[in-house]
């Protein structure tokens, strides 16, 4: 089946712009995860959804930073007023999480954006 | 909080030698573990996780890791790597029950040398 879908790949945007991210979760999946890899940083945990809401959003950077959920399927992630320190790879990940299963992560492959 | 360390941010071994990558973590009560591999421009792909039972776990690509709880450490393991093992890979641990946030690892880059 389909797996993890994220759009653009690539994003080049100039400072100060403001910036849409998409995900596309497995179908059925209901939580969604979006994380930040910096080079040499490791993943930085962004936001959870557990479908529409977002019990944990403990991971936004600035307040310039927002997500949503519609339909329990696709989000967005919106960076308004991009700086350079934005520049990374964006990781969406969607996980059927439920008490007892497996908890694995399933990845999409990420959007690099450029601030210029 | 959980943490996870890598200490090795690059391992280089020759093809068909074995490798392993090492991962700690901190906590002081139960956890979950996993690896997880990242080919070049792709995203993550889970390698095997420990949650309960046996402390020795097989996963794919014939990678194998083992929980020590005493040394909190759960380093990954192949007897003989292939070209096509090189990669990044990253330990990663939560908690068992309800929503618990996963922690990465900053990640180890494996390079297979022929």
């Known amino acids: 089946g389909a797996g993890v879908s994220q759009s653009p790949s690539n994003k080049v945007t100039e400072k100060g712009k403001d910036v849409e991210l998409r995900c596309d979760p497995i179908?059925?999946?209901?939580?969604l995860y979006w994380y930040r890899q910096s080079l040499g940083q490791g993943l930085e945990f962004l936001i959870y959804?557990?479908?529409?809401?977002?019990?944990?959003k403990s991971g936004l950077p600035s307040d310039r930073f927002s997500a949503e959920r519609t339909g329990g399927s696709v989000s967005t992630l919106t960076i308004q007023r991009t700086q350079q320190e934005d520049s990374a790879v964006y990781l969406c990940a969607s996980s059927p999480r439920r008490t007892g299963l497996s908890y694995e992560q399933y990845f999409g492959p990420g959007t690099r954006l450029t601030v210029t | 909080a959980q943490s996870v360390t890598q200490l090795d941010s690059q391992v280089p071994v020759f093809e068909e030698a074995p490798v392993e990558l090492r991962c700690n973590y901190s906590s002081s009560v139960s956890v979950y573990l996993f690896w997880y591999v990242q080919y070049p421009n792709q995203g993550l792909q889970l390698l095997l996780k420990?949650?309960?039972?046996?402390?020795l776990v097989k996963g794919i690509n014939g990678f194998e890791a083992e929980f020590n709880k005493s040394q909190t450490s759960f380093h990954l393991r192949k007897p003989s790597v292939h070209i096509s093992d090189t990669a990044e890979y990253f330990c990663a641990v939560t908690f068992p029950g309800g929503y618990q946030k996963v922690t990465f690892g900053t990640g180890t880059k494996l390079q297979v040398i022929p």
């Open positions: 179908s059925g999946h209901t939580a």
């Open positions: 959804f557990q479908g529409n809401s977002a019990p944990d």
């Open positions: 420990y949650l309960s039972g046996s402390t």
